[in-house]
Nanobody, 121 residues
Framework: VQLQASGGGLVQAGGSLRLSCAASGRTLTAFTMGWFRQAPGKERDLVARSRVSGRNTYYEDSVKGRFTISRDNAKNTVYLQMNSLKPEDTAVYYC???????????????WGQGTQVTVSS
């Protein structure tokens, strides 16, 4: 499966962005989908995860209540709606797909190319 992430950009603190991850090659209904981010000098961290079952959606603590992961199966696309953005959300954001229901970060087999999100104060 090929993943194409888009939607990043420059936004002021308090603003919103919606990231998209469009898939081709296979339907995303077969995969657990994750959004990761990596800030300069830091490790890549899981921000949100959507399981195939739809249960136990995961959000990293710092984004709970602000970010929402969702799927549009008809468009074979996963989204990350990001509201109330903060400067510390600045990072390159990656979408990823895993065949395991509850993957560890290293078990995501397919990765998008990353999209830059910059939040100014």
């Amino acid at each position: 499966v090929q993943l194409q992430a888009s939607g990043g950009g420059l936004v002021q603190a308090g603003g919103s962005l919606r990231l998209s991850c469009a898939a081709s090659g296979r339907t995303l209904t077969a995969f657990t989908m994750g959004w990761f981010r990596q800030a300069p000098g830091k490790e890549r961290d899981l921000v949100a995860r959507s399981r195939v079952s739809g249960r136990n959606t995961y959000y990293e603590d710092s984004v709970k209540g602000r970010f929402t992961i969702s799927r549009d199966n008809a468009k074979n696309t996963v989204y990350l709606q990001m509201n109330s953005l903060k400067p510390e959300d600045t990072a390159v954001y990656y979408c990823a797909a895993a065949t395991r229901e509850m993957p560890t970060p290293s078990e995501y087999e397919y990765w998008g190319q990353g999209t830059q999100v910059t939040v100014s104060s």
